[in-house]
């Protein structure tokens, strides 16, 4: 009796239930803590990635972490230092713990290193996986690669620290641009300032500009007045309901729409415009 | 030291050193011999080889994946399972390096009879790989990969080391100083697809029980000592799973009791 009481016997079905709850209980422990580290090793939103990626959730997806685009970047026949004869640094980086990037996965930041836009775009077809997709970067009507194409991101023009907005000459980017005078053009603006001078300002085409950064390696300024940002960050979305009068092609969305609902339901169309317009500010 | 007791502890050296620099060279001067890396490789330009647990982390998260990778695979699968057994945590691994060099280290400084016991089942290998898909279907990221030892390790030697080689010291640690064997033999999910697909394997260690004479030096060195019940016993092949082919159990038997052989499925 006194050895029952010190160790008691557990049942055949006891002992089931116990070790079916230890081993959900551990299972589900190793999943929330494995999942939380997982969601925070997810790539900043501020990550540039490679030509002809997939949108970022799905490049997370995909990527196997292999590094053949790395390689194929930094291994390319004309990435030679003219000085030294050896290979320049790639564009392509493979993420380390510390880099605000999913560790292994190919980022660039054209600060150190831009996109020198190769016409072959070697790192693209060499993707296992299909997390650089060569479609995205392939003319469809002959078939070819086409760096133009190419939408790693988009020009930004800081107006406050750009020497040119200020009215001193520079045109830096503009000329570093391997779509010169298509990605970015110079806006030339009476200087009111001195009434004899021009303002040459640079303005980026979002519809053409792939991103490169060679812009941004460029800038002159302490800190770089035009940077690349990825597009979802940097571009906006007026939304379907704005509708171009100017443009005929536009201008067909409003005659595709007659005869469907075209009132938009939200909190506020419940209310009269008066009521809900004179009711003041609300913080 | 005899040559026949390094024997295949060297070979096995050889092999790893000579992955990682064909690597190294793949990135830093452009041979196009085996590029890419432990994830997916493209061997001579032509072959791809890929990690079949990546793989499937990847199909976990509801990605589609390319062909080149699929038939990657299927090769590293095929190879392992048909012949290789579980050779790659052995031969190919680079944490291999680590542990081994954690292993020996706790034999020599006697780390085994005076450290108190941690227990962790030998098949928490095998929940982690059920964990690791369920967390990839959640997140949506491979999950094994953003903290496997093996591709940071991998990596670091072919683009250079980052803050993720203190996980490497921590693996070491843990193998010095927490279990014996705790990392390669017990946690880590890679091992534990390896073992699955190396199974039936045709390459097995071999084992002579008449020439036996209960010596243990086996035992001693085997990274995974539960897979040599037989010794002393019965005249077997190493059946189960977890044997990683390493052949130390080989080098260290001077009694001619064990050695590589190839299975016969036929006689039986």
Redesign the interface.
């Known amino acids: 009796m006194s050895q029952e009481t010190k160790k008691p016997r557990i049942s055949e079905r006891r002992r089931f239930f116990t070790d079916l709850a230890h081993h959900a209980g551990l299972g589900v422990m190793g999943v929330l803590l494995w999942a939380g580290y997982t969601e925070k090793a997810k790539s900043s939103p501020l990550t540039l990635r490679p030509p002809a990626a997939l949108g970022e959730n799905d490049f997370l997806k995909t990527c196997i972490k292999c590094g053949l685009c790395a390689e194929a970047c930094v291994n390319r026949p004309q990435n030679v230092d003219r000085e030294t004869g050896r290979p320049r640094p790639g564009t392509l980086k493979m993420a380390k713990a510390k880099d605000p990037v999913t560790i292994g996965t190919p980022f660039f930041n054209p600060r150190d290193v831009p996109c020198y836009m190769c016409e072959d775009i070697p790192c693209v077809p060499v993707c296992p996986t299909g997390a650089l997709d060569p479609a995205k970067v392939t003319d469809p009507k002959s078939g070819e690669l086409d760096f133009r194409m190419m939408r790693m991101g988009l020009a930004i023009v800081d107006p406050n620290s750009c020497i040119a907005f200020w009215g001193i000459q520079c045109d830096a980017c503009y000329r570093a641009c391997p779509l010169l005078d298509e990605a970015i053009s110079l806006e030339y603006d009476r200087n009111p300032r001195t009434g004899k001078h021009a303002f040459l300002k640079p303005v980026v085409h979002a519809d053409v500009c792939t991103g490169c950064g060679l812009c941004e390696r460029a800038c002159v300024t302490e800190k770089p007045a035009i940077f690349i940002l990825p597009r979802e960050i940097a571009l906006g979305k007026a939304g379907a309901h704005y509708v171009k009068g100017w443009d005929k092609k536009d201008q067909q969305r409003v005659e595709e729409r007659i005869g469907k609902d075209v009132t938009t339901h939200d909190k506020s169309s419940s209310e009269s415009p008066e009521d809900y317009l004179n009711r003041g500010l609300e913080f | 030291m005899k040559w026949s007791n390094v024997k295949y502890l060297i070979l096995r050296r050889i092999v790893q050193a000579a992955l990682l620099f064909l690597y190294f060279a793949?990135?830093y001067?452009?041979w196009k011999v085996l590029?890419?890396?432990l994830?997916?490789?493209?061997l001579l330009d032509k072959v791809?080889l890929?990690?079949p647990f990546?793989?499937l982390q990847?199909f976990a998260?509801?990605?589609?994946?390319?062909v080149?990778?699929l038939i990657?695979a299927a090769i590293i699968a095929l190879f392992y399972g048909i012949v290789g057994g579980r050779a790659f945590c052995s031969w190919v691994c680079p944490v291999n390096m680590v542990t081994d060099l954690a292993a020996w280290l706790r034999r020599k400084l006697w780390i085994d009879r005076i450290e108190r016991k941690v227990w962790i089942t030998r098949n928490a290998r095998y929940?982690?790989i059920?964990?690791?898909l369920?967390?990839?279907a959640?997140?949506?990221?491979?999950?094994f990969?953003?903290?496997s030892p093996i591709?940071?390790l991998n990596?670091g030697v072919?683009?250079?080391?980052?803050?993720?080689a203190?996980?490497l010291l921590a693996i070491f640690l843990f193998d010095l100083f927490v279990v014996k064997n705790g990392w390669c033999g017990h946690i880590c999910p890679l091992g534990g697809v390896h073992s699955i697909l190396g199974k039936y394997s045709l390459i097995r260690v071999t084992h002579t029980s008449e020439n036996c004479t209960l010596c243990m030096k086996c035992k001693e060195v085997c990274p995974e000592v539960q897979v040599l019940g037989m010794i002393g016993k019965r005249s077997e092949d190493v059946a189960k799973a977890e044997c990683t082919n390493c052949g130390r159990c080989v080098d260290v038997c001077d009694d001619d009791a064990l050695g590589f052989h190839i299975r016969n499925y036929l006689s039986k």
């Open positions: 793949g990135n001067w452009g590029q890419g890396d994830s997916t490789s493209m791809p890929s990690d990546a793989v990847i998260t509801g990605a589609t994946l390319g080149n990778v990657g929940y982690m059920v964990i690791a369920i967390v990839s959640l997140t949506g990221l491979a999950a990969e953003v903290i591709t940071i990596r072919i683009f250079g080391f980052g803050a993720g203190g996980l």
